[in-house]
């Protein structure tokens, strides 16, 4: 199981790779604001990876807030906040530092659930249920479906009304999604794909209902879920 586990996380971090080496132009100004990235195809090409390993660096350039995608026309190069929280390659990765991982993500996102739930504005529901839709009817678990947990999550930090929640969730994007791909390798995928829709689902009826508690709530129970997915034990929040 662990070589296994091992190869998954190889492949898993081939769109990180290729996230990092667009975050480095985007930070050193080689690209600037409102400058087009390349084609999925040219960058597939490019790199000598597949569209789905595009998409996906993709999504987590746009989690971390560092890039947008404009139906039909393609991503772009945002303005960046003047505090920008970038963390190193997450290639050393292992399951120690997923257990680690996990020790952030459950007070950060279980108290921006809470504080989305007294904060957010109908379109922040909008595009929350959009994204859930997304992950609902996503075919391709593998990139398409990886860009909308994401989103998810980033929607949800935008909607606590302060900026550092969205930079921290989009500091460690990369590190979700990692979690999400070994989930859907290592589980039964019609498994993994039901209990994920039930979670995430449930998030946004508590958020929708601004019972802050019910919110943190259920975020907790997708976090125990999401790490039990992955064989990740808790004992800190058993």
């Known amino acids: 199981m662990e070589s296994e586990f091992e190869q998954i996380k190889r492949v898993a971090h081939l ?6 080496e667009f975050g480095k132009r985007i930070y050193d100004g080689t690209l600037k604001a409102g400058d087009k990235l390349p084609t999925e195809h040219a960058l597939s090409k490019s790199f000598g990876v597949s569209r789905t390993v595009v998409r996906e660096a993709i999504a987590q350039l746009k989690s971390e807030g560092l890039v947008e995608t404009r139906q039909g026309v393609g991503a772009f190069v945002m303005e960046r ?3 920008q929280i970038r963390l190193e390659d997450g290639k050393s990765m292992d399951r120690n530092d997923f257990h680690d991982l996990y020790q952030l993500r459950f007070p950060l996102e279980m108290e921006a659930a809470a504080l989305s739930a007294v904060h957010h504005s109908p379109k922040h529901m909008e595009a929350m249920t959009a994204a859930l839709a997304r992950i609902c009817a996503t075919e391709d678990w593998g990139s398409s479906g990886v860009a909308a947990d994401l989103d998810f999550h980033h929607i949800i930090a935008e909607s606590t009304g302060n900026d550092y929640f969205t930079q921290f969730i989009g500091a460690i994007s990369d590190r979700i999604s990692h ?3 070994i989930a859907r390798t290592e589980g039964q995928l019609e498994d993994v794909i039901s209990r994920t829709v039930e979670e995430h689902t449930a998030i946004r009826d508590a958020i929708s209902t601004r019972d ?3 919110a943190r709530a259920a975020m907790r129970r997708h976090l125990i879920g999401s790490a039990q997915r992955i064989g990740i034990r808790l004992d800190f929040y058993s």
């Open 15 to 20: 769109p990180t790779r290729i996230a990092s």
């Open 81 to 83: 906040p003047a505090r």
């Open 179 to 181: 979690v999400i791909v």
């Open 212 to 214: 802050p508690a019910m």
